[in-house]
C-alpha cells in the first residue's frame, strides 16, 4: 500500500491546501519492464501549477482525482526490467507519493559523478539543465557578457548564477528578502537586487546595478523583472524566457512599458522548455560536472520533511519559502 | 534658396501641423565630394515620429529648428563629386525638402531595374528591404509556414504579403476597413482581418482566420495585435518585431494577455532594424528584382502633392490615411 497526493480540485489563482488530498494507493503486481521504487526525495517546482489547470499545453493537464506527478529519486525494491536490481538509485517522474510502479523505459539511474543523490532533483537534474541549456543555448551567453537572473535565489536561477560566474560572466542576481540576496552573492553574484525592497522602482534598482546594460536576462518571473530587463538591454541582447512565476496564479495581463526597445536595440526573446535539450543530457553531465568537481558550483536545498508535508513545500515556491532547490524528504 | 520643414517643437503624445515649420534655407556653395540635388519624391515613413522625440535611439533625434531628414529621390543639378553628372538620378536622406546639398558618400544612384523613381522610397526601398529581411531572415520564414502581418495595407505590409506568396507562405493581413482589407486579398493574402470592425475581439478574427494557428509574425502594429499573435502561435513560431505605431505616440503600457504561451510554445521575438542588413543589398535588388520583373508584386502608393502637404501625408500615417507607401511628390 501506497500514499499518494492527488489533485482534489483546480485552484482558481493561488492553489491551497483545499486543492491537494493525500490518499491510499493499491500499486499493482509488476509487469515485465517495470520496478517497484521507494521514492526518497520528492521535487516541487513552479512548472507543476500550470499543470493544474485543465489547459492543453507541453504537458497533460493532471487529472482531477488522480496522483499528482513530478519528479523523484528512490531506491528499486523490486524489478522485472533488464537492467535493474534492488538498491539501485534512480531518478523518475512518479513523485508526490511514497512508493511507485514505474515503467522501466522512463526512469534513469543516477550516474556516478560523486554527488548526493537530492542533486539530480536540482543542480543535476532538471532544474540544473534549465539554468545550463537555457543560459548558455537559448541566451547565447559569453564570456564578458552582464547577465540579469531573477528568482535568483531559487533552484532554476542559482544555478544560472553560478554557471554565469563559471564561465567569465558579470552577474546581477534578483530575489526576495535581505537573507536571500545576501545568499545570492555568497554564490559569487557581481550584484543582488532585493525586489521586495520598499520604495524604488525595480528598473531603476537594475539600472543603478547595470549602469552599462545587460546582454542576457534569464527571466524565472515575468511582468516587472521582464519590463525592467527591456528597459536596460543593451543592443543584440538576449533574453531566454523559461518561467513567469508571477503570472502562473494570476490572469492580469502583463504590462510593458519598454517593450518598443525590442526594436531600436534588437533584442531576442526565446521562450523555451528543458525537455526539448533531453537529447544533450550527456554534454550537460560532462560540464556540469567538471564544474561541480572544480569546486565552482554550491548547492543548497529548502528541505521538508515527511510526505505529508508535500502541499506545503509546493505552496512555498509561491510565497517565497525556498532559498535554492525545494525538496521533500521521505 | 530652398524650402524645408523644420521641427519647431517635441510633440506630446500625437504629434500635428505645430509642431512643424517651412522655413527657406540659404543652401551653401558645393564643396569637393558634394552634389546639389532637386528632390521629386519625399518619403514619410512611421520611424521618424521617433525622430522627434529627444531621446537617445538607434538614430539621431532631429533637431528643433533644424530642418528634417528623410528619404528622397531626385535629379542632379550640380555636381563637385566623381561619379555623379547633372541628371542622374538619386536616393539620399536630405528629404523634408525641395533641394539639398549632399555629400555623395551619403548617396545612392538608382540601379537600373527598370521601375519608376519612386519605387526606390517604397518596395526597392527601405520598406521593401524591412520587408525582405525581416520576413526571409529575421523570421526564418519558410515555404509553407502560415504568416500573419498587421498593417498589411502599409508600405512594409504590403510588401511582406506579396513576399510571402511569392515564395509559397499562407498569408494573413491586418487593415483597417473593407477597403484595404479588399486591397490586401487583391494582393493574394489568404484572409484578411479589418481591425477596425466592432464588436469581435481581434484575437477572435485571427483565431477564425488561423484556425490552425500561425508560424511567423510581421509585427508592424503592437500591443492587441501583438497578444493576439501570441495567442495563436504555434510551436516553434518566430515573430519579427519591426515596428510598433500603436505605442510611438502613446505612454500607455503594453498589456499582453497570452504572454507566458511565449514559454510553452518555445516562441522566439526579435526586434530589428533594417539598416543592419544594408550590406546586403545587392542580394535584395537581386531577390525583389527578380520577383518585380516576374510580375509578383504590386505596387500601390497614396500620394501627396507638394511641400507643403508634407506634414499632411506624415500625419496621415498614424491615422490609417495610406494606402501602400506614403509619398509626397514634388
Known sequence: MARAWTLKSRPQGMPDHGNFELVDLDL???????????????????YMRGRMNDMKSYVPPFQLGQPM????????????ADGFAPGDKVLHMLGW???????????????????EDEAFLGQLGMPGMTAYFGLMQVASAREGDTVFVSAAAGAVGSTVVQIAKAKGMTVIGSAGGADKCAWVKLLGADA??????????????????APNGIDVYFDNVGSDHLDAALAVARDHARFA?????????DMRPTELRYLARIIQARIRVQGFIVTDFMSRMTEFYQDMGAMLQAGKLQRQETVHDGLDAMPDAFLGLFSGGNTGKMLVRL
Open 28 to 46: 499493482p503486481a509488476l509487469g515485465d519492464g517495470q520496478i517497484r521504487v521507494r521514492n526518497h526525495w520528492l521535487s516541487v517546482d513552479p
Open 192 to 209: 543582488a537586487i532585493d525586489y521586495k525592497e520598499g520604495g524604488t522602482p525595480l528598473v531603476k534598482k537594475l539600472m543603478d546595478a
Open 97 to 115: 507519493r511514497d512508493e511507485a510502479v514505474v515503467d522501466a523505459a522512463g526512469v534513469q539511474k543516477l550516474p556516478a559523478l560523486g554527488v
Open 69 to 80: 506527478e513530478g519528479g523523484a529519486v528512490g531506491e528499486v525494491v523490486e524489478s522485472k
Open 241 to 249: 524566457i523559461c518561467g513567469m512565476i508571477d503570472v502562473y496564479n
